[in-house]
């Protein structure tokens, strides 16, 4: 491999896609060898030589698109959804086969992310890993008032994580002696209350609130605009290249030990 | 009168009585003269010539207490729950009948607060002028894990507030598409959306976060110990004097034009 | 005047003429009857019927503009900066004597406004009026890091609108016991500590802190994007008809009575 | 050693001591068997079998009373200040000596702290974890304005991880254009910006931030009161039994893989 990684997208011509490209075009050391789009056919000839492709395609043109990807030699980094346990195993699968027969240290990787944000990435983390210090814990999620679910994924996988981590350290229920109008309270995810805030003028927002007697932590994001994935995206298409087999959130490529 | 008000406590053993007992005697300007308490009688010779006494005992009380400050020529301000339209009536009936045998410019004021602290008085008077420009306003307020209530008074007072403001201006609904999981969406208070955290460590918080295309307006006060409310409470003994008849709440003798 | 507004942009070709055409488009109650940019003359027939002409071009050019339209009739509202103490003085002068030879009430206006941000316009004035019931104040902006100048010229007012309401209230210097490291304190305006953050990703933001014994006081506003500067530059396009004179200031059309 | 731990407290007349008096008073799992003050001799007798010595004395006594607790056989853990390579290297020596001649798996620990407050910890950990994924980092702390030294030590300790976070992963100087009022951009601490607000009613803040293109990242941890650092000294206290040897810092007996 050149020390310039060749990058190929997947659904190029999409909002996310097209930001992508340019991204790629933006740094040293990647380069855009490849713009697919629906009805582009994906093999090593269309790929012409990428090391990595990124998709951001549909959920019905993802997991093909993956094989399709492997079986062309190269690396996959995916921003789309609609991956369940079937196809991801499926792809697990395919990845120990095209890697039983490669030199060691040269495997294929696949990275799936549900987000490639940063701060989401690093608040989702970080929530995690305090959640288990703090007797009180609340995610407030603050988005444009377009957006037509309530609470966000992301709030809900926090609060799932902030549960499951208070679980593991052997924490019982939050002190709540909410008598009256619990319907202030937000929604219960797995025991954590998750508040959902819909402003004009936002984007999409997250606070993890902890508490202890006499001190509170809290940790924010903010994404302002959509470039702000670039440089997740940017990471993973950098680090899948050294880490073979199937990888499932951007948080296990970050450095965080 | 001298330039030094002199001041009697009224309930002077309770925890705010008490602290309202030691803000006074801390003030250059203000003379503590009396302390009273429950089974104490409440006439011009306990009063010991206060200019105005300073009423935070209990629901029960606190009418008797008022009409007897009067009794004696003294100012009262108010600082005990349990107030109704017929209670204040009858003040404002008693305050007529003193003040007309009273000369020009020394009517007796009473001032009746349901809360004394300066920045959520203000939080919630800047919340109202706010509100009619912007499209979207919403309310969360942060409290102790003790309380039983949600959302707090002032939270529905504030929420109340900003959607009078908005209809006031002829403001219609908020933006909000949300189709899914609207138990994350707080109370509805009057169509604006509070929503109430508990987390330990905290005392009392709100926020007002207001938003259009492109901007956000976020008001925000912190109450960390009760001492807060004694500049609330020094500044309305030192204004009741100049204000005869009644007045309802902190905001109308603050200086906001 | 039709119950329909007729507007002019001058500037229509630069960034913020071209965003307040767009937004003159989309309100039900205004019409884009014209569009100028330099070169073009501005007169009667240019304006073409226009109730209101927006300048948004050049220091150079905008003084001229403001007496071109105020010749052919229109009033004009300036968001171009350049204008000092002699050029104001110019236009007061003319609005005097064109508004003598009109009828009473339908005398023309000029609104010359620095910011038309409403949430930057509101928090300055709510934190001039909450400064004189505060011990310490101080203020933090936050901008991109392609930012020039520090602090921003909207902390500056801020900062010196604080100091100006604590003066005329008799409030003295805020406490402060730092021995070492004043470097960390911030630039000192008027005796108001302001804190300049620059960090990517961020475009426009400013918090104003009031401390209490026991209890704070936050204003915040965040300008995400240009287009927060159209509900002010529309309103003011809607009140300026109805404000004969020079005004200054967006705040001294908004209604916070 | 049983299964509840027997505590003894150093300093325990002292503001701190006290706190942790009642702190190890108050959970189930402790004993509290000794309190010490100064002129107390610190030895088998007087430690009363205690299996850990909490010391909050003073930085003229702090370093015998460790080398006392260990002669008596018991783990310490260290509040107080004042420690330096050379007093730490002296107990690394203390603790080889003694750790030899005990079985496997019994050797005596001596945890030494500057902070117990599990939210400054935990912000200033996930700060230098984070430091190497953004563009930009400033810090702002926030205190009441009887501080007399600024920035915080916390938050000097804090940019300064940050630095060295950002070296490590070979990032270069922050985005900064700024070109007049540098003053107004805080104290540089290795490169990396350091604000002190100095706030009337607050008491110990520090907030990070970190930002992207399009994105930002805000850890914040509040300290309402010196309780606030009890769950950390106990913490310390169960930790401290199972680690051996010399730790610095409480994050390195906080689980955050």
Redesign the interface.
Known sequence: MSTTLKVAVLGAAGRMGATVCRAVEGADDLELVARLDAGDPVDASTLAGADVAVDFTVPSATEANVHAVLDAGAHAVVGTTGWDDASRGRVTEHLGRVNSGRPDGQGLGVLIAPNF????V??MT?AA??A???????V?E?HH???????SGTARHTAAAVARARSEAGLTA??????????????DVDGV???????????AHEEI???????????????????????GVL?AVREVVSRPGLTVGLENV???S
Request: net charge negative.
């Open positions: 944000g940063l701060s989401a690093l608040a970080f890993k305090a288990r210090y703090f007797e009180s814990a609340e407030i603050l008032p377009d957006k037509v679910d309530a609470p939050m002190p709540d002696a909410t008598e009256s109008g619990v319907e202030a309270r937000g929604a209350r998750v508040h959902a805030v819909r402003l004009r003028g936002l984007v609130l902890f508490g202890n007697v006499g001190e509170q932590l809290v940790i924010r994001q903010d994404s302002f605009d959509r470039v702000s994935f670039m440089p990471l970050l450095d965080l």
